[in-house]
């Protein structure tokens, strides 16, 4: 009998509000404080998963304050992009600083295995599919980009406003969201169909 993970090809899934809930009351039970801000930083931002293990702390901290806004480089595309910090995110990300060692400057989730490094894209990943697991999802539907899609497709599905998922996601193309998001032409009829002219 075959005992390898099952792997699922394509899009993986974006979270539903229930499932970022829980995550986070998870989290919070096991006093997961890194990867609980970890969670909510990569929610917020919106960002691949090799751009949010990138993020160092003068990111997020200005005059010794979290932002309520950042902007990083795109490492995939050498591009700006902004995000906000919410409330729920400063929140953790407070409790977080509070424990975390490392420069003052440096990385903002440094690695524990080797040092000047940040946390590897691997194991963020591994992470995420561990907080899938936790909550009964199955972790191959969901991934990093399951985060990264979690907002938007949240945004589009309440706004059908395309272009400021666009620019949430830093894509250059609106096709680009287009695909990402799976707008169907179903989906673009039924938004025609809701306005009144």
């Not at 200005?62 to 902007?71: F, M």
């Not at 919410?86 to 440096?106: C, I, K, V």
């Not at 609106?174 to 179903?186: F, K």
């Amino acid at each position: 009998m075959d005992r390898r993970p099952q792997v699922i090809v394509g899009a993986k899934l974006p979270l539903r509000p229930m499932h970022v809930w829980a995550i986070r009351v998870r989290l919070q039970i096991a006093r997961r404080i890194r990867d609980l801000a970890l969670f909510d930083i990569a929610l917020d931002s919106k960002l691949r998963g090799c751009d949010v293990v990138a993020l160092r702390l003068p990111d997020i901290l200005a005059a010794g304050a979290l932002r309520r806004r950042a902007i990083i480089i795109q490492q995939k595309t050498g591009r700006p992009v902004q995000f906000e910090i919410t409330e729920q995110t400063r929140r953790s990300l407070a409790d977080w600083l509070r424990t975390r060692r490392g420069e003052p400057d440096g990385w903002l989730f440094p690695s524990r295995m080797f040092l000047g490094t940040h946390l590897s894209t691997r194991q963020y990943i591994r992470l995420v599919k561990q907080w899938i697991a936790l909550i009964g999802l199955e972790p191959a539907e969901y991934g990093s980009h399951s985060l990264r899609r979690t907002k938007v497709s949240m945004l589009y599905r309440k706004t059908g406003n395309l272009r400021a998922c666009q620019l949430l996601l830093g894509h250059t193309k609106l096709e680009s969201t287009v695909r990402y998001l799976g707008v169907e032409l179903d989906d673009a009829l039924a938004l025609s169909e809701a306005l009144e002219i």
